[in-house]
């Protein structure tokens, strides 16, 4: 089984930039797809962001155009750039396999956009 552990977040002001780190124990050669996944106090978790084998990728409509999702397959890492961040960015963001698997989510790493 993939375990993972997501790391990365901090406090940064609006508008900055995280580059937020997902690893990988075992290897995601073989899985089709990865996401990145958020989930503020209150709110449900949802989706941010997914990345197949092939490289294609695709976005929640909140995140386009500001985060970018990438894969290391050799380093077993998938990672998330996230520029131009605003408060509502405020979440855990945690990785997993598409379709997530519940015994697989980490701990997730926090991060907060706040002036």
């Known amino acids: 089984q993939v375990q993972l552990v997501e790391s990365g977040g901090g406090l940064v002001q609006p508008g900055g930039s995280l580059r937020l780190s997902c690893a990988a124990s075992?290897?995601?050669?073989?899985?089709?797809?990865m996401g990145w996944f958020r989930q503020a106090p209150g709110k449900q978790r949802e989706l941010v962001a997914v990345?197949?084998?092939?490289?294609?990728?695709n976005y929640a409509a909140s995140v386009k155009g500001r985060f970018t999702i990438s894969r290391d397959n050799a380093a077993n890492t998938v990672y998330l750039q996230m520029n131009s961040l605003k408060p509502e960015d405020t979440a855990v963001y945690s990785c997993?396999?598409?379709?997530?698997?519940?015994?697989?989510w980490g701990q997730g790493t926090q991060v907060t956009v706040s002036s």
């Open positions: 997993n396999t598409i379709p997530p698997l519940p015994g697989t």
């Open positions: 075992g290897s995601i050669f073989s899985i089709n797809a």
């Open positions: 990345i197949t084998n092939g490289g294609v990728t």
